[in-house]
């Protein structure tokens, strides 16, 4: 069982279009972390959010972590072939360590 | 560039051996993460050093060891392998910024067992 959920699996869109990704747990976080990796590379941190109900943007992407810090999720509007990579979300626990979810793999055709 | 570098980036090797893997973290950061991470399961968390002193242990094997030097960089060392340690090994180092740590990642090692 994970501990931090993340739909949907797999998505492919066309360029221009928008979508949303969620990250979901029944666990509390202190803070929430968004990556981005693409094959054979390491994480990429793209932001962290600390405060419920907080809401970041950076560029063509807007993150917010929920009121009650379980849950996240990220929007991209008007996606580009750039984007296309594995979307990681990943918890850290009051006084533990930081829990993944297994992904988003998001493929965005031109 | 996250500034974590890892070495070696390819390691091929065989059934029953042993390889070392080599992290150095960011200027300044004191803590190191190691997780694998395999195609069908995801990134798992492997242990845990804090400025030399081991602090958490996650789904880490006893064949696995590792270690962080007074210098901060660490290594993981695999021993005894099998064809399903075959996987990306990342290390990560973190910095705490007033109630939150931020993990930078690692280019990771491809670890092949034939």
């Known amino acids: 069982t994970q501990l931090l959920e993340q739909s949907p699996q797999f998505l492919s869109i066309q360029e221009g279009e928008n979508l949303t990704v969620y990250c979901n747990s029944s666990?509390?976080?202190?803070?929430l972390q968004w990556y981005r990796q693409e094959p054979g590379e390491g994480p990429v941190l793209l932001v962290t959010?600390?405060?419920?109900?907080e809401v970041k943007k950076l560029k063509r992407l807007t993150f917010q972590f929920g009121d009650a810090r379980k849950d996240s999720s990220l929007h991209i509007t008007a996606a580009q072939p750039g984007d296309t990579g594995l979307y990681l979300c990943a918890g850290l626990l009051y006084g533990q360590n930081f829990v993944f979810g297994p992904g988003t793999r998001l493929s965005v055709l031109p | 560039d996250s500034g974590v570098t890892q070495t070696p980036k390819h390691l091929i090797t065989a059934t029953g051996q042993r390889v070392t893997l080599r992290c150095s973290p960011r200027s300044g950061d004191l803590s190191v993460y190691w997780y694998q991470q395999s195609l069908d399961q995801g990134l798992q968390f492997l242990i845990q050093?804090?400025?030399?002193?081991?602090?958490a242990k996650g789904n880490i094997l006893e064949r696995f060891s590792a270690q962080q030097f007074p210098d901060l960089h660490s290594e993981l060392n695999l021993s005894s392998l099998e064809l399903g340690d075959s996987a990306l090994y990342f290390c990560?180092?973190?910095?705490?910024?007033?109630?939150?740590?931020?993990?930078?990642f690692g280019p990771g090692t491809r670890l092949t067992v034939l």
């Open positions: 959010v600390v405060t419920g109900g």
């Open positions: 666990s509390v976080f202190s803070s």
């Open positions: 050093y804090y400025n030399g002193e081991e602090r």
């Open positions: 990560a180092s973190s910095v705490t910024s007033g109630d939150t740590d931020t993990q930078y």
